[in-house]
């Protein structure tokens, strides 16, 4: 039911809005162009105001937000810079299918297409990187765009929507209708259609099954385990879903993407039947379109997606399914064929799995990070929330770490640097009963190291992993792959991480061997707030699976 009460000014009403969804917290760098917002939530201690020291590190804390919660994140920025700097956050949020509501305060209604202070006409310019784009006129109107954010922002393909508020809207006085809370939209599927998997599964030879991505959920990851486990069939996580199904899951195959292993991705080549599930096989999953191209000859590709669109989008689906992820993998959990004999390649694909990721020292690297991980393992409980960036040095962790139940992943499908610790921070504060690491580049991590502040002022506890090689690794591993020892705008100067951790009141330790590594996290892991870990690294060893050295002679050779 709708229920009236009485003149509010607009801020007042979108607060109601907010707490009426079940919005608990939003992050913010605040404006003077949202003023009444500000205002209303004074009075609303229902929703937490997270202030945080960049827009950048907003977007991307509500994007971890809404990742963790399957609730759409909230965030606020002002308009012209604010806006554009949180442009970063909503386009990882579009590419990774994470649910975020992004505010703008606007300019006056009265001065729009003046080109007036900090002016952008913001419905064009996010318009191509969320699914709805749109400025609210009347604070009337208020309880319906919001109602309509959240829909939009959680059904089909979850995703951003962007929302730009005048300033002189907000301050209105307005007598208005709210509007109900917003119900999931959860669409089961096709029985014919389940049917019809488990005839081409009884088909098969060499099923496989990745999953994780849009819509997914605790709840498919249990079912779909449970079903995959029930046959036997090998499951692989799609790039940075690596939490889809628990790592523990007997017919886990470890993740595709950057670094797979070749065993998985020969299995992938082999397989006569792929089920996709929640994933859209984009291009990092498949190595470039080339690891399932999207015709797949030769294969048979069940695909399952929330969104209607996506289906034959890009790939041509044998059988295409749509359906929420959480009804789609509770329908297979229960559905038991009698006729259909278990696989043998899943518990064997889990085995490879298992060699593949347990780490073995290299001679001669005096910081070795695949110990490191191990080291961790070992000391860190499976609830661990691992949170990075991007960057060569994530991959000691996609490949050694083993991730247990959602959420315990926040890594952006979209690649970009920054993300790790404001998505750590954001994770620290929605679960202070739990470990909190973030992983982070030398550039990484300065792109939004600033967000140590707003972990200090909201009594985070999270770990900071830094991994300093003096360089952007990743872009001169390609560089030495394409332009052999001609060094170009790869090379960094940095701080002294650890005395920077200091300044914002946490506890670091600088680390430059294995050994030392291990008594630095021990220390680390008996203390609570910042604890930041410099691991000073040699540039020489850019990846987990390479060297420059070796670099350089596959290129002259």
């Given at each position: 039911?709708?229920?009236?009460?009485?003149?509010?000014?607009?801020?007042?009403?979108?607060?109601?809005?907010?707490?009426?969804?079940?919005?608990?917290?939003?992050?913010?760098?605040?404006?003077?162009?949202?003023?009444?917002?500000?205002?209303?939530?004074?009075?609303?201690?229902?929703?937490?105001?997270?202030?945080?020291?960049?827009?950048?590190?907003?977007?991307?804390?509500?994007?971890?937000?809404?990742?963790?919660?399957?609730?759409?994140?909230?965030?606020?920025?002002?308009?012209?810079?604010?806006?554009?700097?949180?442009?970063?956050?909503?386009?990882?949020?579009?590419?990774?299918?994470?649910?975020?509501?992004?505010?703008?305060?606007?300019?006056?209604?009265?001065?729009?297409?003046?080109?007036?202070?900090?002016?952008?006409?913001?419905?064009?310019?996010?318009?191509?990187?969320?699914?709805?784009?749109?400025?609210?006129?009347?604070?009337?109107?208020?309880?319906?765009?919001?109602?309509?954010?959240?829909?939009?922002?959680?059904?089909?393909?979850?995703?951003?929507?962007?929302?730009?508020?005048?300033?002189?809207?907000?301050?209105?006085?307005?007598?208005?209708?709210?509007?109900?809370?917003?119900?999931?939209?959860?669409?089961?599927?096709?029985?014919?259609?389940?049917?019809?998997?488990?005839?081409?599964?009884?088909?098969?030879?060499?099923?496989?099954?990745?999953?994780?991505?849009?819509?997914?959920?605790?709840?498919?990851?249990?079912?779909?385990?449970?079903?995959?486990?029930?046959?036997?069939?090998?499951?692989?996580?799609?790039?940075?879903?690596?939490?889809?199904?628990?790592?523990?899951?007997?017919?886990?195959?470890?993740?595709?993407?950057?670094?797979?292993?070749?065993?998985?991705?020969?299995r992938i080549r082999d397989a006569d039947l792929i089920i996709a599930v929640g994933a859209r096989l984009g291009e990092s999953t498949t190595d470039g379109y080339t690891l399932i191209t999207p015709d797949h000859p030769g294969q048979t590709l069940v695909?399952?997606?929330?969104?209607?669109?996506?289906?034959?989008?890009?790939?041509?689906?044998?059988?295409?399914?749509?359906?929420?992820?959480?009804?789609?993998?509770?329908?297979?959990?229960?559905?038991?064929?009698?006729?259909?004999?278990?696989?043998?390649?899943?518990?064997?694909?889990?085995?490879?799995?298992?060699?593949?990721?347990?780490?073995?020292?290299?001679?001669?690297?005096?910081?070795?990070?695949?110990?490191?991980?191990?080291?961790?393992?070992?000391?860190?409980?499976?609830?661990?929330?691992?949170?990075?960036?991007?960057?060569?040095?994530?991959?000691?962790?996609?490949?050694?770490?083993?991730?247990?139940?959602?959420?315990?992943?926040?890594?952006?499908?979209?690649?970009?640097?920054?993300?790790?610790?404001?998505?750590?921070?954001?994770?620290?504060?929605?679960?202070?009963?739990?470990?909190?690491?973030?992983?982070?580049?030398?550039?990484?991590?300065?792109?939004?190291?600033?967000?140590?502040?707003?972990?200090?002022?909201?009594?985070?506890?999270?770990?900071?992993?830094?991994?300093?090689?003096?360089?952007?690794?990743?872009?001169?591993?390609?560089?030495?792959?394409?332009?052999?020892?001609?060094?170009?705008?790869?090379?960094?100067?940095?701080?002294?991480?650890?005395?920077?951790?200091?300044?914002?009141?946490?506890?670091?330790?600088?680390?430059?061997?294995?050994?030392?590594?291990?008594?630095?996290?021990?220390?680390?892991?008996?203390?609570?707030?910042?604890?930041?870990?410099?691991?000073?690294?040699?540039?020489?060893?850019?990846?987990?699976?390479?060297?420059?050295?070796?670099?350089?002679?596959?290129?002259?050779?």
């Amino acid at each position: 039911m709708t229920a009236r009460t009485g003149a509010r000014t607009g801020g007042r009403i979108l607060v109601d809005q907010l707490r009426i969804n079940g919005c608990d917290r939003i992050f913010t760098v605040p404006g003077e162009s949202f003023l009444a917002v500000l205002d209303a939530l004074h009075d609303t201690p229902e929703i937490e105001t997270i202030v945080c020291r960049q827009e950048g590190g907003v977007a991307y804390m509500a994007d971890a937000d809404g990742k963790m919660t399957g609730r759409p994140g909230v965030a606020f920025v002002t308009r012209g810079p604010g806006a554009t700097n949180a442009s970063a956050g909503v386009h990882v949020a579009l590419q990774d299918s994470t649910p975020i509501i992004l505010f703008i305060g606007d300019v006056a209604r009265g001065d729009r297409d003046r080109e007036g202070f900090q002016e952008i006409d913001f419905p064009a310019f996010f318009g191509p990187i969320a699914k709805w784009a749109a400025r609210i006129e009347d604070a009337r109107r208020i309880p319906e765009y919001v109602a309509r954010a959240y829909r939009v922002a959680t059904a089909g393909r979850p995703g951003p929507v962007v929302l730009a508020l005048p300033e002189d809207m907000l301050r209105d006085e307005v007598d208005t209708l709210d509007r109900p809370a917003v119900p999931p939209v959860a669409e089961a599927p096709d029985p014919g259609a389940v049917q019809a998997l488990f005839e081409l599964l009884k088909e098969a030879t060499n099923p496989i099954a990745i999953v994780g991505g849009a819509d997914w959920s605790p709840r498919a990851s249990h079912h779909f385990g449970n079903f995959a486990f029930r046959y036997g069939i090998p499951v692989a996580a799609a790039f940075r879903r690596q939490d889809a199904i628990c790592n523990s899951c007997g017919v886990y195959a470890g993740q595709l993407g950057y670094g797979p292993n070749p065993k998985l991705q020969q299995r992938i080549r082999d397989a006569d039947l792929i089920i996709a599930v929640g994933a859209r096989l984009g291009e990092s999953t498949t190595d470039g379109y080339t690891l399932i191209t999207p015709d797949h000859p030769g294969q048979t590709l069940v695909h399952v997606h929330p969104d209607p669109n996506e289906l034959g989008h890009v790939y041509h689906a044998d059988l295409p399914i749509c359906s929420d992820m959480g009804e789609f993998a509770e329908m297979v959990d229960e559905w038991i064929d009698p006729d259909l004999v278990r696989f043998s390649a899943g518990e064997e694909a889990h085995r490879e799995w298992l060699e593949w990721s347990e780490p073995a020292a290299r001679d001669g690297v005096k910081l070795d990070l695949g110990p490191c991980v191990a080291a961790m393992r070992e000391r860190l409980p499976d609830n661990s929330i691992i949170c990075n960036g991007a960057g060569n040095f994530s991959g000691w962790w996609h490949r050694y770490w083993r991730y247990g139940k959602m959420p315990t992943q926040l890594a952006p499908t979209s690649g970009t640097m920054g993300y790790g610790l404001p998505a750590a921070v954001a994770a620290a504060i929605r679960f202070r009963d739990r470990p909190v690491v973030c992983v982070a580049g030398d550039g990484d991590f300065l792109m939004n190291g600033q967000e140590l502040a707003t972990a200090a002022q909201y009594d985070a506890d999270l770990l900071v992993i830094l991994v300093d090689n003096g360089a952007y690794g990743t872009i001169r591993m390609h560089q030495e792959r394409e332009y052999p020892e001609r060094l170009s705008a790869t090379e960094l100067r940095n701080p002294n991480f650890a005395v920077l951790a200091q300044a914002f009141g946490g506890w670091a330790a600088t680390v430059e061997t294995t050994d030392a590594f291990t008594r630095a996290l021990d220390e680390a892991l008996g203390r609570k707030g910042i604890r930041l870990l410099h691991c000073k690294t040699d540039v020489e060893v850019i990846s987990n699976q390479t060297t420059i050295t070796k670099l350089r002679e596959k290129a002259k050779a």
